[in-house]
């Protein structure tokens, strides 16, 4: 474990000794899905996972779920007396890329609850769940290649700085431009001051999570790429699109970082 890791792992010993109140968890989904809607927070939602989940109750309301926890369909909010069949609630289309128990987060624009962030159990350390609470992104893609480039053992500097609104859209016209071409590389005019990386992930099939991790394992592999993946900036943005590969004749996780100096 290297240095930053290791401080990442000790905060998170202290948290959970010294702030025990923090985010109480629940443990009725149906009572934190109703208080987050109505308190504009995020929900941060676990499935089958251990250890300490240390989000900040000023942002978050949280809670812990049993494996393997049902719920009705169309009824987030649990309301008693729906008649509906019941289901894994990882089974859920827009948990698709959790790939089973794990963690999301849901935030609620216009009340509306929408996942924007989501996390497999295998990935649920100590240090994956805390750079998973401290996401800024809006969209799952955009989240899981912000972890990914946050988690990697070298710890580039990339994605600590500003999230740039308008860098992260060009992210994710940049990635939805190489997925519905089939091929990677940098197929939008460049922007003067704004440096961009694009890759794509080896054509399989896979969670966002694990594409996010096999782009930035691929960018690792490029000296001039890496370079601008690890240094500090004023802003960045990040983002991820899936495409069918023409080349390969596979899917395709296609990947593009952006940033300004």
């Known amino acids: ?11 998170a010993v202290l948290l959970a000794m010294s702030c025990q109140s923090a985010a109480a968890a629940s443990d009725a989904y149906s009572d934190a899905y109703g208080e987050a809607q109505t308190s504009g927070k995020l929900l941060v939602v676990t499935v089958g996972v251990d ?55 849901v935030t609620f624009p216009e009340g509306q609850g929408r996942v924007i962030a989501v996390l497999p159990k295998r990935h649920c ?31 580039p500097k990339s994605a600590d700085g500003y999230p740039d609104y308008r860098l992260a859209q060009r992210a994710t016209l940049v990635s939805e431009t190489q997925a519905a071409n089939g091929r ?51 802003g960045y943005g990040y983002d991820m699109a899936v495409g069918f590969n023409r080349r390969e004749r596979a899917c395709t996780w296609f990947g593009t970082g952006c940033f300004r100096k």
């Open 1 to 11: 474990m290297n240095r930053a890791k290791l401080i990442l792992s000790l905060v």
């Open 125 to 155: 350390s100590a240090d994956g769940l805390w750079a998973f609470v401290n996401l800024p992104g809006e969209t799952i893609t955009q989240n899981a290649l912000i972890w990914a480039v946050r988690t990697h053992p070298e710890c």
């Open 51 to 105: 250890g300490p989940l240390l989000a900040d109750p000023a942002r978050f309301v949280a809670c812990r779920l049993p494996a393997g926890f049902e719920w009705a369909p169309g009824d987030f909010v649990g309301s008693k007396g729906l008649a509906s069949k019941k289901r894994r609630i990882d089974h859920h289309p827009s948990l698709s890329q959790m790939d089973g128990d794990g963690a999301f987060i």
């Open 184 to 234: 990677s590389g940098h197929p939008v005019p460049l922007i003067p001051y704004v440096d961009e990386v694009t890759t794509e992930s080896w054509p399989r099939n896979t969670n966002v999570v694990d594409a996010a991790i096999d782009l930035v394992a691929t960018w690792r592999q490029s000296p001039g790429h890496w370079a601008a993946v690890r240094a500090p900036n004023r």
